[in-house]
T-cell receptor
Framework: DTAVSQTPKYLVTQMGNDKSIKCEQN?????MYWYKQDSKKFLKIMFS???????INETVPNRFSPKSPDKAHLNLHINSLELGDSAVYFC??????????????FGPGTRLTVL | AQSVTQLGSHVSVSEGALVLLRCNYS??????LFWYVQYPNQGLQLLLK??????LVKGINGFEAEFKKSETSFHLTKPSAHMSDAAEYFC????????????FGAGTTVTVRA
């Protein structure tokens, strides 16, 4: 069984389109995250939710909107896609209570290419 | 503010040789420290983490790391490299407070020569 899964694995789209990436975890964790990995492999956190509540919102354009329908799911919707949005997006989760020492479990990533 | 620096964006080792990946952190208070590995086209996987229990931390696949407060370092080592160790390695820190935000280093690509 996959612990943290993401769909789709690859996403190729045109500039200006709107797209969504879905994430699901079956680990029973309360906290979920979205990370962006750029072409130089630098990883930066974008958002974090704890039990459907937004707890981390880094400096991310408001074209990006996370949505958590329940604590096992965290989706990422991106409006008006731009070339600079091309990256690999990783979902992750960690247990409750959320602690600085928690291990985060990562999904396989979604490679987004904006043409 | 906290940050982490990985020295060397690319390390090439021979199979059977020592693997040494360097990580230094900057923080007024020793943070929690992690090493994650990313195999090609996969997500990140935890290798090991330091949470103040012991300064020498053993992880999976024969890796270990030593926390040195005086040097603000958390270098990762493996005595004998295997071809399967070829991957991207990330050092990360999080603060010793109720802050679960991971800050990653820029990563080190490890290639293993036969």
């Amino acid at each position: 069984d996959t612990a943290v899964s993401q769909t789709p694995k690859y996403l190729v789209t045109q500039m200006g389109n709107d797209k969504s990436i879905k994430c699901e975890q079956n680990l029973g964790h309360d906290t979920m995250y979205w990370y962006k990995q750029d072409s130089k492999k630098f990883l930066k956190i974008m958002f974090s939710y704890n039990n459907k509540e937004l707890i981390i919102n880094e400096t991310v354009p408001n074209r990006f909107s996370p949505k958590s329908p329940d604590k096992a799911h965290l989706n990422l919707h991106i409006n008006s896609l731009e070339l600079g949005d091309s990256a690999v997006y990783f979902c992750a989760s960690s247990p409750f209570p959320r602690l600085a020492a928690d291990t985060q479990y990562f999904g396989p990533g979604t490679r987004l290419t904006v043409l | 503010a906290q940050s982490v620096t990985q020295l060397g964006s690319h390390v090439s080792v021979s199979e059977g040789a020592l693997v040494l990946l360097r990580c230094n952190y900057s923080s007024s208070v020793p943070p929690y420290l992690f090493w994650y590995v990313q195999y090609p086209n996969q997500g990140l996987q935890l290798l090991l983490k330091y949470t103040s229990a012991a300064t020498l931390v053993k992880g999976i696949n024969g890796f270990e790391a030593e926390f040195k407060k005086s040097e603000t370092s958390f270098h990762l080592t493996k005595p004998s490299a295997h071809m399967s160790d070829a991957a991207e390695y990330f050092c990360a820190v999080s603060r010793r407070s109720n802050d679960y935000k991971l800050s990653f280093g820029a990563g080190t690509t490890v290639t293993v020569r036969a």
